[in-house]
Nanobody, 113 residues
Framework: QVQLVESGGGLVQPGGSLRLSCVASQTIFRLYTITWYRQTPGKQREPVANITSGGGTNYADSVKGRFTISRDNAKNTVYLQMNNLKPEDSAVYYC???????WGQGTQVTVSS
């Protein structure tokens, strides 16, 4: 099993930026695709962005051009750089790794003036 720990969430004004981090407990993490999801109360968790072991990326239409996913395998870490944040980006953000099927505990992002 791989343990994942997210961090970097917080309160930010509209138009602001945050960088989320997802740190894995094992180096085998680098072999797997990682997806960032987000969830708001009463709604299903939705995929935001994913990155393959080779660095290929995909994004939800709602975040294209604003969010960037990247990974640093030397640090067992995947990042989600979020720019030009909007109130509708407010959610709990989770990372998920597709090898063992592990979730992190989530980090809250709130975009509000």
């Amino acid at each position: 099993q791989v343990q994942l720990v997210e961090s970097g969430g917080g309160l930010v004004q509209p138009g602001g930026s945050l960088r989320l981090s997802c740190v894995a407990s094992q180096t085998i993490f680098r072999l797997y695709t990682i997806t960032w999801y987000r969830q708001t109360p009463g709604k299903q968790r939705e995929p935001v962005a994913n990155i393959t072991s080779g660095g290929g990326t995909n994004y939800a239409d709602s975040v294209k051009g604003r969010f960037t996913i990247s990974r640093d395998n030397a640090k067992n870490t995947v990042y989600l750089q979020m720019n030009n944040l909007k109130p509708e980006d407010s959610a709990v953000y989770y990372c998920y790794e597709w090898g063992f099927g592990s979730w992190g505990q989530g980090t809250q992002v709130t975009v509000s003036s």
